[in-house]
């Protein structure tokens, strides 16, 4: 996924893995970074910013694979559940059923 951030001034390059953290993610999302500060970035943008979300990540393992790395770059873990959602934004979201329902609506 691909973000401008309008204060910081710098796209933001998303990936999601449905994994666990591999170094070799850091390669791929570096050039993602470049390929987007190519043809993208203007001179007056920040350096362009990636993060990695992976269902799972050995601290210790993210933390050696980013050290050499000279692009602003981040890694973290994410869960899927409804359950972590809080109440009030619980009662907000569709849930995965009426979500399809209303796709449903929209093609028709």
């Known amino acids: 996924m691909l973000f401008y951030h309008t204060k910081l001034h710098c796209y933001i390059v998303v990936e999601l893995k449905s994994g666990k953290f591999e170094p070799s993610y850091l390669?791929?999302?570096?050039?993602?970074?470049?390929?987007?500060?190519?043809?993208?970035?203007q001179p007056a943008d920040h350096p362009t910013i990636g993060l990695l979300l992976c269902k799972e990540a050995n601290n210790l393992v993210v933390e050696y694979a980013l050290k050499t790395k000279t692009n602003?770059?981040?890694?973290?873990?994410?869960?899927?559940?409804?359950?972590?959602?809080?109440?009030?934004?619980?009662?907000?979201?569709?849930?995965?059923?009426?979500?399809?329902?209303?796709?449903?609506?929209i093609e028709d």
């Open 27 to 41: 390669g791929q999302l570096e050039f993602y970074l470049t390929a987007v500060d190519k043809n993208l970035k």
């Open 72 to 105: 602003p770059m981040g890694v973290s873990k994410y869960t899927l559940s409804q359950n972590a959602l809080p109440l009030e934004l619980k009662n907000n979201i569709p849930s995965p059923q009426e979500f399809a329902q209303l796709l449903e609506t």
